[in-house]
């Protein structure tokens, strides 16, 4: 499977536990939706993300990727300190610009 660029980087920033690199996969007004909470910028980006990895130690494994002009959706086995793990989940992207703009995470 072919994966942009930019999201291989942001497998291998959180496999690797790497909240700094996460972040950079995103452009300065990025928004994040997960678990019913709305993060705004690379700063509240990479707060959410480390947060994450220390609660939750998820490892993603590419399952599936389909993309639509800038849209963009990455299935992945998500693995990690928490129930029901593994389990599979959808990452929504739209890419601008090589960087990532909206990223909504849902089973």
């Known amino acids: 499977m072919t994966l942009p660029k ?3 980087n942001l497998i291998n920033a959180q496999n690797s536990f790497d909240s700094i690199a996460y972040a950079d996969c995103f452009s300065e007004t990025a928004v994040v939706f997960d678990e019913g909470k709305t993060h705004n ?3 509240e980006i990479q707060q959410w993300i480390d947060k994450a990895n220390k609660k939750y130690m998820t490892v993603m494994k590419p399952l599936e ?3 639509n002009g800038t849209a963009s959706i990455l299935s992945a086995e998500c693995s990690g300190i928490f129930p029901g793990s593994p389990i599979a989940l959808k990452f929504h992207f739209k890419i601008v610009d090589g960087l990532i ?4 995470v849902t089973e």
């Not at 703009?101 to 909504?104: D, F, G």
Request: hydrophobic fraction near 25%.
């Open 65 to 67: 990727y389909t993309e």
């Open 101 to 104: 703009r909206y990223l909504k």
């Open 6 to 8: 930019v999201i291989t």
């Open 41 to 43: 910028g690379k700063p």
